[in-house]
């Protein structure tokens, strides 16, 4: 009975321990997609900074520039409707 109950928790616990991993692989891309839209320029082509942090001051010039620039809405769009 002690160890049905052993075994249970170490399956469970590898189950989520499984799971836990797979979900920081998944979200890393989106974490960096995040964290990169929001660093300066000098920030992301600086080799010195740490690129998982923000180095300098967080900036909105690149959506900014994305929105306003571009034809991103237009592409989206595209993309929702196809």
């Known amino acids: 009975m002690l160890m049905k109950l052993s075994q249970r928790i170490w399956g469970k616990l590898v189950h989520v321990l499984v799971i836990t991993i797979f979900t920081v692989l998944l979200a890393f891309p ?8 929001f660093k300066q320029n000098l920030d ?3 080799m010195e900074n740490n690129p998982f942090v ?10 900014r520039f994305l929105f306003t620039q571009t034809r ?3 592409w989206l769009g595209n993309t929702t409707f196809v």
Do not use: C, D, G
């Open 72 to 74: 991103f809405v237009r």
């Open 30 to 37: 989106f974490y960096w997609m995040v964290i990169t839209s």
């Open 44 to 46: 992301l082509y600086t």
């Open 54 to 63: 923000f180095n300098a001051k967080p900036t909105l010039e690149h959506l």
